[in-house]
């Protein structure tokens, strides 16, 4: 049974940047060809907006066209984490922030981080 942690949510300015990190228990991340990070605005449903894949010639990376040249996702296998490094934050981007492999499976949802972009 894996356990995913997400944490590094915060409030910030727009413009501002933030680095959430996931860090996975119960199972390595490597086992995951997969890794996504979602977010769930209020009224909204969740939306994947990142997600990295491990192949042959290493990892490659998709966004959803809103974070593009924005958001960075990466990964570390060795510390069994996921990062997502998020730069010139929006208001649009305020979220509940999760991680979990793609395509997700309902139990390895954790408790998010809060991540809100405002004045």
């Known amino acids: 049974q894996v356990q995913l942690v997400e944490s590094g949510g915060a409030l910030v300015q727009p413009g501002g940047s933030l680095r959430l990190s996931c860090q996975a228990s119960?199972?390595?991340?490597?086992?995951?060809?997969?890794m996504g990070w979602y977010r769930q605005a209020p009224g909204k449903q969740r939306e994947l907006v990142a997600r990295?894949?491990?192949?042959?010639?290493?990892?490659?990376?998709t966004y959803v066209d809103s974070v593009k040249g924005r958001f960075t996702i990466s990964r570390d296998n060795a510390k069994n984490t996921v990062y997502l490094q998020m730069n010139e934050l929006e208001p649009e981007d305020t979220a509940i922030y999760y991680c979990?492999?793609?395509?997700?499976?309902?139990?390895?949802w954790g408790p998010g981080t809060q991540v809100t972009v405002s004045s």
């Open positions: 119960g199972r390595d991340i490597s086992d995951f060809w997969r």
């Open positions: 979990n492999k793609y395509p997700s499976a309902d139990a390895y």
């Open positions: 990295i894949t491990s192949v042959t010639n290493g990892d490659v990376p």
